[in-house]
């Protein structure tokens, strides 16, 4: 049973770091095709890719975003952590991480979502 | 950067047959994948590879590609159909391996 739960502070201060674990169980990171990302989605508003790692540590993040983020994982506790530098009260949204899977005949999918965390940013 | 363009509503009476498209250049070369939000919930995807169906999902909900468009078809529309739908892709390059399009609000009227 493939679960992911996602944890962190409910609400941070302008110019300050967010970090984010997302503990999940269920997979291996270590395993060929498997990947952990990031996903946010502001109140009322669509979902924003963020950022993803990869069974082979590879790390991509959004262009727009980049500059801001940082993904890592802990295979051996099966976390994925995601950092965002210097946040801004539009970041305030719930941050959701995802199982991603990947393979040559079916491209790229999120098969398993985390409920969930609702960000605030706000001084 | 890319982007995936979706209509921001759709609607349709009960028993009907809901149509949700999203265009992208580079859909020709790239799958397509669905997901359902309910209020309040996380997404499940409901469509992948442009057109297979997860097990779970009912057999209601099909998919289809056509150019640089793709189709989320709802056949029979049910009231709990009601929900936002969102495609996913990425681009040709590897820039950016994914793109979530702006989410379509399917009412059921």
């Known amino acids: 049973q493939v679960t992911l739960r996602e944890s962190g502070p409910a609400l941070v201060k302008p110019t300050q770091t967010l970090t984010l674990t997302c503990t999940f169980s269920?997979?291996?990171?270590?395993?060929?095709?498997?990947?952990v990302s990031w996903i946010r989605q502001p109140p009322g508003k669509a979902l924003e890719w963020l950022a993803l790692?990869?069974?082979?540590?590879?790390?991509y993040y959004s262009t727009s975003l980049k500059t801001r983020l940082t993904i890592s994982k802990d295979t051996s506790k099966n976390q994925v952590v995601l950092t965002m530098t210097n946040m801004d009260p539009v970041d305030t949204a719930t941050y959701y991480c995802?199982?991603?899977?990947?393979?040559?005949?079916?491209?790229?999918?999120?098969?398993?979502w985390g409920q969930g965390t609702l960000v605030t940013v706000s001084s | 950067s890319y982007e995936l363009t979706q209509p921001p509503s759709v609607s349709v009476s009960p028993g009907q047959t809901a149509r949700i498209t999203c265009s992208g250049d580079?859909?020709?070369?790239?799958?397509a994948y669905w997901y359902q939000q309910k209020p309040g919930q996380a997404p499940v995807l409901v469509i992948y590879?442009?057109?297979e169906r997860p097990s779970g999902i009912p057999e209601r909900f099909s998919g289809s590609s056509s150019g640089t468009t793709v189709t989320l078809t709802i056949s029979g529309v049910q009231a709990e159909d009601e929900a936002d739908y969102y495609c996913?892709?990425?681009?040709?390059?590897?820039?950016?391996?994914?793109?979530f399009g702006g989410g379509t609000k399917l009412t059921v009227l």
């Open positions: 580079a859909l020709p070369k790239q799958y």
């Open positions: 995802a199982r991603m899977i990947v393979g040559a005949t079916i491209g790229r999918f999120f098969d398993y």
């Open positions: 996913q892709s990425a681009d040709s390059s590897g820039t950016s391996p994914v793109v």
């Open positions: 590879k442009d057109s």
């Open positions: 269920g997979f291996s990171l270590s395993t060929s095709g498997m990947c």
């Open positions: 790692i990869d069974w082979d540590d590879d790390k």
